[in-house]
């Protein structure tokens, strides 16, 4: 019930430090004279430094001293491990991994250029290089990083992806189809080429095609947002509005649109980012690893005391452990940050809610809502709540309006109906727990309630035949079996 | 140490090129201090990182004295503290020789609420041209008296919406012939209400607008005549959904002879609102323009309607933060689809922020350009000046045969380069030399005036286009025959960011010397031909004036 408070998508990633000479590149198509001399640089680099010619010093950002304390002891630990064994290719990756996680691009990638060097047997750490070239904003140069790796190691399938996905921006569709093909092929458990290649295919025109792989993308993870967003556009082309329709307002979550590496697991691993480190703990949450995820947020919590996405979602962790205490003192801390932030409002109804303080509860849900009309839990909190301590038709109001903004939330009608019939509006509960069974078809418990309610207004004819349709559709379930008993020793009774 | 010596050898003939652009004229010539044009934006930005510090700076172009030339009206944000003293809007009158003069205390329009944007329309009909302002607070609206000055009528008028306005637009949503007005709103903020945020790097910065979460709802007013406005939202449906309300532009879609409206949402789905008459639907997500062709809700800033490709319908482009990419929603079958990448603007586009944005042909060459005002919103390494962290520079980019659009050096067309916060940008005709002139406000720095030096009079040919009384045609569509290549521009001067824009049609015909045909489809959807016309001057069209469509031309005998 809960709201878990996702801050939005995390902005993607930043440059380096002041000064950078990393400026914007124009993408006006390149000569391949020009490609050529690149690729030329970029390979007598890797030379030049596997040849040692050159010691390799860590790099560290000029301004480490101004930016966070974490990152930098982490940068300082890391380079020193470097210098300790400068061989050492997984040393070198590893500080490359400090500057990634920080987005800072320009140390990252002469971190992992040289990792390159020094083991060229593994694809990750130039794979990881032309990342953060793109991530800097290099786009020619990542394109032909990502061309020079997919030469050199043919079967791995984030070079052909990367390569793919920056054809897409850059307008080349039949070279982005060709290369999202291949790193399908090579990943073939993997959404994200297949949805890219829907991209790729949308973009060329063949809407048909890319139903294919959008559905085939779908079949492997459907919940696949971006995917689910194509394959509605490809079905918009088609001329298919119905479904298109049905495609862009089924649930989603959102999902990384890069086809990683393991390397690429750790990504954030040495984050000190504020927003990374909720991200995370998110991402754990949902994953029902509340326990890690409590650690990172007090870990963030204790670098950034004053940041209300930390407190709010530490609270929510916290209550999912069942620690009620702590998870008001997280809350509390927030309301007192951001007394008008209608989150803070939401999620301490929850935790009234929860501890069932129901008037506590109904109050905050109500200033949630009075914050923001237009959040549905916070009508649906203040409604639950108000259910609970009987006030019907407050709590049916707070129901209702819930229901009007989010119409096809299931929870939101099934909660409507149960308390209408609490609260004795039986044909209200009635028609809603028709439209839940139709909105859930597969499902019998809303004929089952559909059948308590008909027999509690004498309508024994309806209720049998609510039974019938459960039946139906559950043929074995025992609790049918009983609630049919349940009706003829009544009927018998009158 | 050979090895060393002829591996470095190698190394400099190998290195990458580091060849400079090809040496180009610049396309304009910044010039605001020269013209008298001085406007300094304040955004009152005292260390407490209070939002709408870091989004105001709008500007509009009118002729407000209908002397025939545009002059500027710049919106001021000042502080958000209630200090009478605080600087307010500023209005120059162009004085025709590239010369401006500060005329804002004699007209009676120096607002000092924290300024947004301005919308300008003759919304009561008199033939002159008023102003509407938004503002973080009570917006407010100026009558044009016909004489030099303004009233500040809107106590009477009821348009005083007092929330955080952004960028509005004046249109005939009903066809009575009386101007309506359309009024985004961002969010419901407060300073008490204000939260804490950081950088991605842990530096104190300005929030997110979604870590609000409170999105504010777009205003509909209906002008009822007589100097007055009801608000029509609710009726009309546009309070059935909002988000963070930026950029808007009013455009009849789908050629059903009503004005829709599209706005830009920031980090939310835009939305493309179609007028079916007794109400309006909100339609963007089944015609393709709520989001990114792969599915993301992006940061809308700017918005403007054209016809990239002079195919009858209506595109869109609207600006967005860095990261994500300016997005040129081209309509094609039925919908709109993501053609950024297709066109050659999505990389281009990707590391900076866009705000003000212009859809024009600049050089005259009869095909679009496009200008992008920049200036962040966050402090992220690498920063462009040392001076201010959120400053950028801006983007021109020249439309290519293929059809792609290439972007033209110097950046942002100006040598050299400039960088700052730049915010709303307004496009006209400023020396009434045919071509189009930028004027662009940049966040707690002067305002920049940007000269065109790139296109040549005899290359343009330009519309003033007014219904019979005399007032402007908003929402006609004039379309012009020249070398056997058709183009079409809407009557609008509501687009960019939070800026009003010359109300004329511009055309380049790429050396043509006249248009073989000139015809208007006004915004009932009747049309007029307008027979042909010289390049190289302007021309008015009144609607009555022409000839029905498909009227042979008539023969004059000698």
Redesign the interface.
């Known amino acids: 019930m809960l709201a878990p408070i996702p801050?939005?998508?995390i902005?993607?990633?930043?440059?380096?430090?002041?000064?950078?000479t990393?400026?914007?590149q124009?993408?006006?198509p390149r000569s391949k004279r020009?490609r050529s001399?690149?690729r030329?640089?970029l390979a007598?680099?890797l030379?030049?430094a596997g040849?040692g010619?050159t010691a390799f010093e860590p790099p560290l950002p000029p301004d480490l001293d101004a930016?966070?304390p974490e990152l930098g002891r982490l940068a300082r630990e890391h380079a020193a491990k470097v210098r300790a064994d400068p061989e050492n290719a997984l040393a070198v990756a590893t500080l490359a991994l400090v500057y990634e996680s920080?987005?800072l691009w320009p140390q990252a990638q002469a971190c992992y250029e040289r990792a390159a060097s020094l083991d060229a047997s593994e694809p990750a750490w130039p794979y990881h290089a032309a990342m953060t070239r793109m991530w800097g904003?290099d786009?020619a140069g990542a394109s032909d990083a990502a061309d020079m790796l997919r030469a050199k190691f043919p079967q791995f399938a984030p070079a052909h992806f990367l390569r793919g996905d920056?054809a897409?921006?850059?307008?080349d569709?039949e070279l982005a189809r060709a290369c999202l093909e291949r790193a399908a092929q090579l990943a073939p458990g993997a959404p994200q080429p297949r949805a890219a290649l829907g991209?790729a295919l949308l973009?060329r025109g063949d809407a048909q095609a890319a139903v294919r792989e959008l559905e085939a993308a779908l079949t492997i993870d459907p919940e696949f947002?971006?995917a689910?967003?194509?394959l509605?556009?490809a079905l918009?082309?088609l001329?298919e509005?119905e479904r298109?329709?049905s495609e862009?307002a089924a649930k989603t979550q959102e999902r990384p649109?890069m086809l990683g590496d393991a390397w690429s697991e750790r990504a954030q691993e040495f984050s000190?980012?504020?927003?990374v480190r909720v991200e995370r703990a998110l991402k754990l949450m949902d994953q029902n690893r509340v326990e890690e995820a409590v650690q990172l947020l007090e870990l963030a919590r204790r670098t950034?005391p004053?940041?209300?996405?930390v407190l709010v979602n530490l609270g929510i962790a916290y209550l999912r452990l069942g620690k009620q205490e702590a998870a008001q003192d997280a809350l509390e801390a927030a309301l007192r940050?951001?007394p008008?932030?209608?989150?803070v409002h939401l999620n301490l109804a929850g935790l009234h809610f929860s501890a069932q303080r129901f008037e506590l509860a109904r109050q905050a849900a109500l200033r949630a809502a009075s914050?923001?009309p237009?959040?549905a839990q916070a009508h649906f909190l203040a409604g639950k709540s108000a259910i609970e301590l009987e006030l019907w038709d407050p709590g049916l109001a707070s129901l209702r309006e819930a229901r009007r903004l989010e119409p096809a939330n299931v929870m939101f009608l099934r909660e409507f109906a149960s308390a209408a019939r609490r609260a004795g509006q039986l044909q209200e509960a009635r028609s809603t727990f028709e439209e839940l069974a139709k909105l859930a078809p597969a499902s019998w418990q809303p004929l089952a309630e559909l059948a308590r309610v008909c027999a509690q207004q004498g309508d024994w004819s309806a209720a049998r035949d609510a039974i019938g349709r459960a039946r139906a559709i559950a043929p074995q379930e025992a609790a049918l079996a009983a609630l049919e008993a349940e009706f003829s020793r009544r009927e018998q009774g009158r | 140490m050979r090895?060393?010596f002829a591996?470095s050898l190698?190394?400099a003939s190998?290195?990458?090129?580091t060849e400079s652009?090809a040496a180009a004229a610049a396309w304009f010539k910044e010039g605001a201090a020269e013209a008298g044009l001085v406007f300094e934006h304040v955004s009152g930005a005292s260390g407490a990182y209070h939002f709408p510090e870091i989004m105001g700076g709008g500007v509009g172009l009118l002729d407000y004295d209908g002397d025939g030339k545009l002059d500027v009206y710049f919106v001021q944000s000042g502080s958000l503290d209630a200090d009478p003293a605080r600087a307010g809007n500023r209005l120059f009158r162009n004085l025709g020789d590239g010369r401006f003069e500060d005329c804002t205390e004699r007209a009676g329009v120096g607002d000092r609420g924290y300024g947004m944007g301005c919308a300008c329309g003759d919304y009561d009909g008199d033939g002159d041209t008023d102003l509407y302002v938004t503002n973080v607070g009570p917006n407010v609206l100026y009558e044009n008296r016909g004489d030099g000055t303004f009233r500040d009528v809107t106590e009477t008028a009821g348009v005083g919406h007092a929330g955080w306005g952004t960028s509005a637009a004046f249109l005939d949503y009903d066809g009575d012939g009386r101007l309506d007005l359309f009024v985004a709103n961002y969010l419901?903020w407060s300073t008490?209400?204000e939260?804490?945020c950081?950088s991605?790097?842990?530096r104190r910065d300005y929030c997110?607008p979604?870590?609000y979460?409170?999105?504010a709802p777009d205003v509909l007013y209906h002008n009822d005549g007589g100097g007055r406005f009801s608000d029509a939202s609710e009726a009309m449906k546009i309070s059935s959904a909002f988000g963070n309300g930026l950029g808007v532009v009013s455009a009849d879609f789908d050629a059903d002879g009503r004005s829709d409206i599209f706005v830009a949402n920031d980090?939310r789905p835009n939305l493309l609102w179609l007028n079916r008459g007794e109400r309006f639907e909100e339609r963007a997500?089944?015609h393709?323009c709520a989001?990114s062709?792969?599915?993301?809700a992006e940061a809308g800033m700017g918005v403007q309607a054209f016809d990239l490709e002079q195919d009858g319908d209506l595109d869109l482009l609207v600006s967005h933060m860095?990261?994500?990419?300016a997005t040129l929603y081209r309509f094609e079958?039925?919908?709109f689809?993501d053609a950024s990448?297709?066109?050659?603007l999505?990389?281009?586009t990707?590391?900076?922020t866009g705000f003000g944005l212009g859809v024009c042909d600049f050089d005259g060459d009869g095909r679009l350009d496009i200008y992008l005002a920049n200036g962040r919103v966050?402090q992220?390494?690498?920063?462009a000046s040392?001076l201010d962290r959120y400053a950028e520079e801006n983007l021109l980019f020249t439309q290519a045969q293929d059809g792609?659009f290439?972007?033209v050096?110097p950046r942002g067309g100006v040598a050299p380069a400039l960088v700052a916060t730049s915010r709303g940008a307004a496009f006209g005709d400023l020396d009434l030399d045919g071509d189009l002139d930028i004027v662009v406000v940049n966040r707690d720095g002067r305002a920049h005036l940007l000269w065109n030096q790139v296109g040549r009079r005899e290359n343009f040919l330009v519309f003033q286009v007014l219904e019979r009384n005399g007032t402007l045609a908003v929402g006609a569509k004039v379309e012009v025959l020249a070398a056997g290549r058709k183009q079409s521009r809407r009557i609008d001067p509501a687009w960019s960011y939070c800026a009003s824009n010359d109300p004329r049609a511009h055309f380049g015909l790429a050396g043509a010397r006249a248009a073989e045909r000139v015809s208007v489809r006004w915004s009932d959807g009747t049309s007029e031909d307008f027979g042909p016309r010289d390049a190289g001057r302007s021309w008015i069209l009144r609607r009555g004036e022409g000839e029905p469509p498909g009227t042979p031309a008539a023969l004059p005998v000698r």
């Open positions: 801050f939005g998508p902005s993607p990633p930043g440059n380096g430090t002041l000064g950078s990393d400026r914007p124009r993408m006006n020009e001399r690149r030329a640089w007598a680099l030379l030049l040849c010619q930016l966070d920080n987005r904003n786009f920056l897409l921006e850059q307008g569709f991209d973009r947002g971006s689910r967003h194509l509605g556009s918009l082309r001329g509005s298109a329709s862009f649109r000190v980012l504020v927003e950034r004053g940041e209300l996405q940050l951001a008008d932030d209608f989150r914050i923001s237009a959040v | 090895l060393a591996v190698a190394l190998c290195a990458p090129s652009p419901e008490e209400h939260l804490t950081e991605a790097n842990g997110h979604n870590h979460s409170a999105p980090m997500m089944l393709g989001l062709g792969a599915g993301y860095r990261h994500q990419k079958k039925g919908a689809e990448a297709a066109l050659g999505a990389l281009a990707r590391p900076y966050a992220e390494p690498p920063f040392a792609r290439v972007e050096l």
